[in-house]
T-cell receptor
Framework: EDKVVQSPLSLVVHEGDTVTLNCSYEVTNFRSLLWYKQEKKAPTFLFMLTSSGIEKKSGRLSSILDKKELFSILNITATQTGDSAVYLCAVGGNKLVFGAGTILRVKS | DSGVTQTPKHLITATGQRVTLRCSPRSGDLSVYWYQQSLDQGLQFLIQYYNGEERAKGNILERFSAQQFPDLHSELNLSSLELGDSALYFC???????????????FGPGTRLTVL
């Protein structure tokens, strides 16, 4: 059974800090790893990483995929209060398997 | 705003009842996915339709069924409702089927179902 484990479960930082969120996975047939940000309701797509795209960056957010060690990290630099959310990691192609998420709280 | 729409936003009903949740995918997307999010189970894949046909099934109960119509909108039917069915139900859509590679899925705002 495919499995995704995220760590830490939650963390609290101050504005301006840099955070690293972790996602490890065990899947029988890897297709892609996706990161989502969930605030009040719907998960918002951030990045998709595949065998052909193991590094992504958008503004203060970046992510890498290590297919050998079966993990991914999501980095957020210069955090802002608007970054406060649950960050979800998922693996799969069509049937996404989600981790439990990391709750990030950024204090001003 | 992802471009995926879901109705209704909230639904309150009683045990034993039947409800229908509706989803319209983003323009151009052929795949529709249904997910259930509860506090104890997290976000769980239920079922996928691609261009009108069922493509993949997850942990979907037999009391639940779905379909995708020719205009590509989808409905999730939940029957004989139990207290434990109370959850957020999300619809997502994507361009491709996702069966052979990576596939970005975009989520709708969800329907919060409360079973009393």
């Amino acid at each position: 059974e495919d499995k995704v484990v995220q760590s830490p479960l939650s963390l609290v930082v101050h504005e301006g800090d840099t955070v690293t969120l972790n996602c490890s996975y065990e899947v029988t047939n890897f297709r892609s790893l996706l990161w989502y940000k969930q605030e009040k309701k719907a998960p918002t797509f951030l990045f998709m990483l595949t065998s052909s795209g193991i590094e992504k960056k958008s503004g203060r957010l970046s992510s890498i995929l290590d297919k050998k060690e079966l993990f991914s990290i999501l980095n957020i630099t210069a955090t802002q209060t608007g970054d406060s959310a649950v960050y979800l990691c998922a693996v799969g192609g069509n049937k996404l398997v989600f981790g439990a998420g990391t709750i990030l709280r950024v204090k001003s | 705003d992802s471009g995926v729409t879901q109705t209704p936003k909230h639904l309150i009903t009683a045990t034993g009842q039947r409800v229908t949740l509706r989803c319209s995918p983003r323009s151009g997307d052929l795949s529709v996915y249904w997910y259930q999010q509860s506090l104890d189970q997290g976000l769980q894949f239920l079922i996928q339709y691609y261009n009108g046909e069922e493509r993949a099934k997850g942990n979907i109960l037999e009391r639940f069924s779905a379909q995708q119509f020719p205009d590509l909108h989808s409905e999730l039917n939940l029957s004989s409702l139990e207290l434990g069915d109370s959850a957020l139900y999300f619809c997502a859509s994507s361009v491709h089927s996702g069966t052979s590679g990576g596939n970005e899925q975009f989520f709708g705002p969800g329907t919060r179902l409360t079973v009393l």
